[in-house]
Structure formats: C-alpha cells, structure tokens
C-alpha cells in the first residue's frame, strides 16, 4: 500500500535556498499516493518558480491572500479545510516569526491560523541565524502549541559557512509525515468494522436498499490500519476499491451480515458498525421479474436481524461502536440508541432535508456520545474523520480496561 494514499499534504514554501529541495519532497510524496498542494510565499518564488511546483504537483500553486478570484470563495479557509497535515519546508527565519506571533497578512501565514490540522515546520537559515534567542525563543513557543519542528540539520550551508540550520532531506521529511498518519495507537488490537449498503431482494431483478456509499466504513477501517491494528472489513456492495493489510469480507444481505458479524465479533476487541443495513425486507421474495402492469402492488416488509443488539449480547462482547444516521432529534435519537442497544460509544450525523454529508458524500461530521461523555467531530474529509474517530474508540477503549481492571 502506498503510505499516503489519500492523505492531502498543504506544502508550504518560504523564501530559502533549500527551496530547491521542495520539488523533490513534491515528487516523493506524489510516489507514495499523497494529494500534494503547494502554497508559497512571495520570497520563495524568488528561489524557485510556481510552474516547477506546479507541474510536480499537479495542482495550481497558491501565492496571494487577496486573490479575487480565490476569496470570493473564502479560498484561504477552503484551503485550511482541505488539508489533512500543514507542512512548511523551508521554513525560514523570518516566516517562523511570523507563525509564532500569529501573523496572518499572507496566505501561508492566515492558512496556518485557519486550520485545526497538524503543524509541521522545517527550518532553513543561516546557522548563527537558528542560533539566535529569538529564533530559539520562537521554537520552543511553537512546540509548546503542539507545532511539530523537523530538523534542522547540521552541516555545510549556502553561505560557505557550516553547522545547524540545513532544511533536513525531502526522504526524511517523507518519513516524518508519514510517521503523522501512523500514530500505533491500536497495536495487537482486533478491530471489526463494518460498511456499505445491504440489499433486500424484492425479485431477481429489484431490491429493497439505501444510499450508503461505504466511504465513512471504508475510511475508519483504513484509519484503524494506520493505527497498527488488526482489521476485519464486512461490507456489502461498494464501489470502492478494497484496502491492502486488511481482511476483506464482501456480503450482499442483512442476513450474511449478521451471520458473519456474529463470527468475527466474538474474535475481535472492537466492533464499529458503520454500515448502514436495510431496517425492512421483503416477507416474500418472487422467484420471476415482477411484470409492471400499471396497477399498484403491495410490498409487504419485516424487521431484519438486529447485528448491533445480537453483539452486544454475546457472552464476551467487543467494544461496540455504532452509528446512527438522523434526519431530526440527532442528540436525543443517538442517545436512545446508546442505551437501548447497551452500545459502548455512539458516532451520529445528520443527513436528509438538502444537507450534503453523510451518505454519498465525501465529507461529514460526526457527533460522538458514551455513557459520560460526548465529542464533536466537526466537518472534514471522511478520511480524515476516520482519524479522528479512531482516536477516540481508542482512547475510550482504554479508558473502559482500566476501570474493568482496578
């Protein structure tokens, strides 16, 4: 598996020598499956051009904050929301300045602001430069706010002179955004998820089903193999192709899903059930295509297996994780649900009535519930979303196996 495939890369350009070597930190990260968008100050086009990064990328390059075009779509906060990680390399002296006192007069600067994704920067200046008190004093702010600094390294610099402040190498750098995205937070850990749509036959032609896209199971699922954990993927039909280090089991019914939740489950440590499984089905089901005669038929529907409620009821059960897809009362309708199916944590969005997440879409936002606790997952990327999500059934799972074990 590429190690960033699908993850978005905000790759932010100062004015340094080392510039140079952001075409090649481009390149790789492009060779390990990343979306790549290249933001650049005004000095770092004075070190390299914006067609370079342009054509590595394959992206246009971002440069001005107030670009007409851009900000009549808010282009700076589009920006900061698409972006799963911000990387600045280089990052100079003077753009370390601005972040660590919230400059935000040009766009890489207000980018950094209007985001709530992890920071790295990659410092690249002179070495008596990197050891002045005020740009050692602007490193340690930026790390007490959680920004990551990579480097720099040591050795012979632009300037004839040699010691600290080289831009560490576009390999390493590659190693270290990938490092983001693998937090190990599930190691020898069994995770089962499951996604997708069920279909309910109605004849051998039609069926019963939803607009589940399996892209929300798809993303935690992967997100949970991140996190270094075993993972087992039930999933109805999908158009999504499957993902590598993770065991994939396809069904197509309610039925074949309860039955192989019910094996896996018993197996596993955590279960999120993700999937959105058809409530009814067909009590009877025609062995021959129903012909349409312009008069009304009666579809008469049953309840499908409960899986969430028959999981739960095992004599071991997992962690269990459900989802509940609202169209009101969302707080209230989750909560219910968390009690009535003795859930461990529930993740509940709203869909229907116009809103454009959840089903079908790439984006969503979720709001998370447990016994004593709750959490809002705002709006993102479902991959992203998928992160974040994991970290809190790991961080829950945890919490629940220490209680059980004092």
């Given amino acids: 598996m590429n190690r960033l495939e699908n993850k978005r890369i905000l790759l932010g350009i100062t004015g340094s020598i080392a510039a140079y070597k952001s075409a090649d930190l481009v390149r790789r990260l492009r060779d390990t499956g990343a979306e790549v968008q290249v933001v650049m100050t005004t000095a770092a086009t004075d070190f390299i051009t914006p067609l370079t990064m342009q054509a590595l990328s394959g992206r246009a390059v971002h440069i001005n904050l107030l670009d007409a075009d851009e900000e009549a779509r808010m282009g700076h906060i589009t920006l900061a929301r698409w972006a799963d990680v911000i990387v600045v390399a280089p990052a100079g002296a003077n753009f370390i300045t601005r972040l660590t006192h919230g400059f935000a007069d040009d766009l890489l600067s207000a980018l950094c602001l209007a985001s709530n994704v992890p920071i790295a920067v990659a410092p690249a200046m002179n070495h008596q430069m990197w050891a002045s008190a005020a740009t050692q004093h602007n490193i340690a702010t930026l790390k007490q706010r959680g920004i990551r600094v990579w480097g720099p390294g040591q050795g012979d610099q632009a300037c004839g002179e040699s010691g600290p ?36 036959d109605i004849d051998p032609v039609r069926y019963v089903s939803n607009r589940s896209s399996g892209k929300m199971g798809f ?18 039909p999908v158009a999504l192709p499957a993902i590598e280090r993770i065991n994939h089991v396809s069904v197509r019914t309610a039925d074949e899903m309860y039955r192989q939740i019910q094996n896996f489950a018993q197996h596993n440590d955590i279960f999120i059930s993700a999937a959105a499984v058809a409530d009814y089905r067909p009590v009877h089901t025609a062995a021959q295509k129903i012909k349409k005669d312009d008069n009304m038929i009666n579809l008469q529907l049953e309840p499908t297996p409960d899986i969430l409620a028959g999981v739960t009821k095992l004599a071991r059960p997992p962690f269990v994780v459900g989802f509940a897809a609202e169209t009101e009362n969302l707080e209230a309708n989750a909560k219910t649900k968390l009690k009535n199916k003795s859930l461990d944590m529930i993740a509940a969005n709203q869909v229907g009535n116009g809103i454009p997440t ?32 994991i970290s809190v059934i790991a961080q829950r799972y945890y919490a629940k196996n220490r209680t059980q074990d004092s």
């Fill in 165 to 200: 402040g080289r831009m560490l190498e576009p390999a390493q750098l590659v190693d270290m955004i990938t490092a983001m995205f693998e937090p190990k937070t599930l190691t020898g850990i069994r995770v089962l998820v499951s996604a997708g749509q069920t279909q309910e």
């Fill in 219 to 236: 993303a935690i699922a992967r997100a949970a193999a991140e996190a270094d954990a075993t993972v087992t993927l039930v999933c109805g």
């Fill in 358 to 389: 959840g089903f079908e879409s790439d984006e969503n936002e979720l709001a998370v519930f447990w016994q004593d606790g709750s959490i809002k997952l705002p709006l993102a990327p479902k991959d992203r979303l998928g992160r974040e999500l």
